[in-house]
C-alpha cells in the first residue's frame, strides 16, 4: 500500500531549476489569500446555511475558518517544501506512496469539478435575478432549475434542468480549451469587484438590522434535530466550509516569501481572519436585515419537502431568504434598495465566471498531472497542436460539470465537493506527521508550529466537518472512491510510470499543462 512512493528528490529537481524570487512580504501574501478566499461561497450559499442553522450560522463561519486555519498551516510545510505540482496530489505522492495519492487525486477531481458546478449554479440564480429585475423576464421554472434529490427519490416539481447554468459551464469550457491567459491587473479588478460589492452590501444592510431577528439564535442547535444530517450550526459550518477554499493560495506561493517561517503563518491567519470578519458582517446584514426565516425547522435546503414550502411562500408573494437564489441582492431589494440588489446581481455576473475557470482550470491540472504520471491514460494529457491546451481532459471536464450543474441545487453540489476537499486536507494533515518521523532532516522553509497539535487538530476538524455534512453527501465520497479505486487496480496501477521505474522530472511544465491560467 506505502510502498510506491514518487521520490522526493526527483521532484525536488524541478523545483531547483525553477526557483522563484522571494519577494512577497506579510501584506502581499494576506492580500493575496483575502482576494482568493473571498467569492462564491458568500455569494450563493448564504441563504442554505440560513436554513441549516438560523442566525446562529455566525458560528458556523468562525467554526469553518478555524479548521481552514489549522488545515493550512499542515498545508503550508509540505507546500514549501514540494513547491511543484501545487496539489495534495503530489504531496502525498511524496510521502505515503501511490495508492493514497490517486485517492486523493481522484477526491481532488471530485472537490474542483463539483465546485466548478456549484458556481455555476450560484451564476444562474444572480443572472436570471438580474435579468428579471431590469427587463421583467424570467425562463419557465422547468428550465432554470433542476431537480430535487434526496434518498427517497427525484423531484421534478421545481425544475427539470438548470439551461443558464450549462450555457455558463460550457462557455468557460470553450475557452479553456481555446487557451486563455488572464493578466495579474484583470484578476485583481475581478478582486476588487467582489469585495466592493460585499462592502456596499454590509454598508447598506447593517444600519436596518434588528435585534428581534437573531432569536432564536439557534433553531436547529448546533448538531441539528434528531435524525437529520447536515443541519444546526455544526452542518452548517460543514457547507460553509466551501466559503473558504482558496486559501492554498498562500500555501503554494510559500517559496516565493521572504522568511516563510514568518510571513506564511501571518498570511494565511491574517487573510482567513480577515474573511471570516467579512463573512460575519455580511451574515449578520443579511440576518438582521430580514431574518433568516427557516422555512420549517429541520429541513434540509435541496429538499423536496424544502422546495414544496418555498414553492408555497413564492405564490404568496413571501419569499424568504432562505428561499432566494441570489442570496445578497434579494436582501438589498426586500430594504428598498433594488439598484444595489442589481448591482450586487451584476458583480457576481462578472465574478463568478472567472471563478469557475479557475476551478476548471485546476482540475484539468490535477488530471494533466496523474496522465502524465501514467495514471490515467496519457492521451488525456494530449495537446492540442494549434491551441496548446490539453483540449481532451478540458472538454471531458465542461461535460461533466454542465451537467452536474444542470441537474443538481448549489447547496447540494457545494456539500459534495467539500466532501473531496475535506478528505484531501484529512491525508495532507497526516502526510506532515508521516514526513517528519519519516524524514525528520529534510529542510523545510516552512515547518507547521507544535505539529503534533496541530496536525491532529487539523485531521480531526476536517471528520467533524465531514460527518456533519448530509448524508447524501457523505455517500459520494466513498461511492465515488470505490469506482477511483476500480479504476486504479484495472489500470492505473499497471500503466504507472513509478512502478515502471520510470521517474521524469518535468522541468519546463512541472505543475501545469501549456498555456496555464495563473489561479484566481
Known amino acids: ?60 463561519f468562525v467554526i469553518a475558518g478555524f479548521v481552514c486555519a489549522v488545515a493550512a498551516l499542515c498545508y503550508s510545510e509540505l507546500a514549501s517544501m514540494v513547491p511543484v505540482s501545487g496539489s495534495a496530489y503530489t ?45 421583467g423576464f424570467e425562463l419557465p421554472a422547468a428550465l432554470a432549475a433542476g431537480p430535487t434529490w434526496s434518498l427517497t427519490g427525484v423531484d421534478f416539481s421545481t425544475g427539470i434542468i438548470n439551461i443558464p447554468a450549462i450555457v455558463v459551464a460550457l462557455a468557460v469550457t470553450a475557452l479553456l480549451m481555446v487557451g486563455t491567459k488572464e493578466s495579474a491587473t484583470f484578476n485583481a479588478i475581478l478582486v476588487a469587484i ?22 432564536p439564535f439557534a433553531p436547529n442547535g448546533w448538531f441539528g434535530p434528531a435524525g437529520s444530517s447536515g443541519m444546526g450550526i455544526v452542518g452548517a459550518a460543514a457547507s460553509i466550509f466551501f466559503a473558504y477554499v482558496g486559501f492554498d493560495a498562500v500555501s503554494t506561493a510559500a517559496e516565493e516569501t521572504k522568511n516563510p517561517q514568518r510571513n506564511v503563518p501571518i498570511g494565511l491567519i491574517g487573510s482567513l481572519a480577515i474573511c471570516t470578519v467579512f463573512y460575519l458582517l455580511v451574515a449578520g446584514g443579511a440576518i438582521g436585515a430580514i431574518g433568516a426565516q427557516p422555512t420549517a425547522l429541520g429541513v434540509q435546503p435541496g429538499s423536496p419537502e424544502f422546495a414544496a414550502q418555498c414553492s408555497a411562500l413564492v ?6 431568504l432562505v428561499c432566494s437564489k441570489e442570496a445578497l441582492a434579494h436582501v438589498l431589494r426586500a430594504i428598498n434598495y433594488t439598484w444595489a440588489g442589481d448591482l450586487i446581481g451584476l458583480a457576481a ?3 463568478l465566471p472567472s471563478v469557475i475557470l479557475m476551478m476548471l482550470y485546476g482540475q484539468t491540472r490535477i488530471f494533466f498531472v496523474m496522465a502524465r504520471d501514467g495514471l490515467l491514460p496519457e492521451k488525456l494529457a494530449s495537446v492540442h497542436p494549434k491551441w496548446k491546451t490539453p483540449h481532451i481532459v478540458t472538454g471531458l471536464t465542461g461535460i461533466f460539470v454542465a451537467i452536474a450543474a444542470a441537474l443538481l441545487p448549489v447547496g447540494q453540489l457545494a456539500d459534495i ?34 505539529v503534533w497539535v496541530i496536525a491532529p487538530v487539523a485531521a480531526l ?60
Not at 405564490?315 to 424568504?320: F, L, N
Not at 455517500?475 to 484495472?490: D, E, K, N, T
Open 194 to 215: 467582489k469585495v466592493t460589492a460585499l462592502t456596499m452590501f454590509i454598508a447598506l444592510a447593517l444600519p436596518v438590522m434588528q435585534g428581534e431577528h437573531f432569536a
Open 461 to 520: 476538524g476536517c471528520l467533524a466537518l465531514y460527518f456533519n455534512l448530509p448524508v447524501e453527501a457523505m455517500l459520494v465520497l466513498p461511492v465515488w472512491g470505490a469506482i477511483g479505486l476500480v479504476v486504479y487496480f484495472s489500470y492505473g496501477r499497471r500503466k504507472s510510470h513509478v512502478g515502471l521505474g520510470k521517474v521524469e522530472v518535468h522541468e519546463e511544465d512541472a505543475d501545469v499543462p501549456p498555456q496555464p491560467v495563473p489561479p484566481i
Open 349 to 351: 455576473n462578472l465574478a
Open 1 to 60: 500500500m506505502f510502498g510506491r512512493v514518487k521520490p522526493l528528490d526527483a521532484i525536488l529537481a524541478t523545483a531547483e531549476k525553477k526557483s522563484l524570487h522571494r519577494s512577497l512580504g506579510p501584506v502581499q501574501l494576506t492580500l493575496l489569500g483575502v482576494g482568493a478566499i473571498i467569492g462564491t461561497g458568500i455569494f450563493v450559499l448564504t441563504a442554505a446555511a440560513a436554513q441549516k442553522a438560523g442566525p446562529g450560522m455566525m458560528w458556523s
Open 315 to 320: 405564490q404568496q408573494g413571501k419569499e424568504p
Open 91 to 135: 504531496y502525498t505522492y511524496a510521502v505515503v506512496g501511490e495508492l493514497l495519492a490517486w485517492m486523493v487525486g481522484w477526491a481532488l477531481i471530485l472537490e474542483y469539478a463539483v465546485a466548478a458546478s456549484a458556481v455555476s449554479v450560484g451564476w444562474s440564480g444572480y443572472f436570471m435575478g438580474l435579468l428579471k429585475s431590469w427587463t
Open 417 to 450: 465537493s467539500n466532501s473531496g476537499t475535506l478528505f484531501a486536507f484529512f491525508m495532507v494533515s497526516i502526510a506532515v506527521l508521516v514526513l517528519r518521523v519519516k524524514d525528520p532532516s529534510r529542510v523545510r522553509p516552512f515547518r507547521t508550529p507544535i
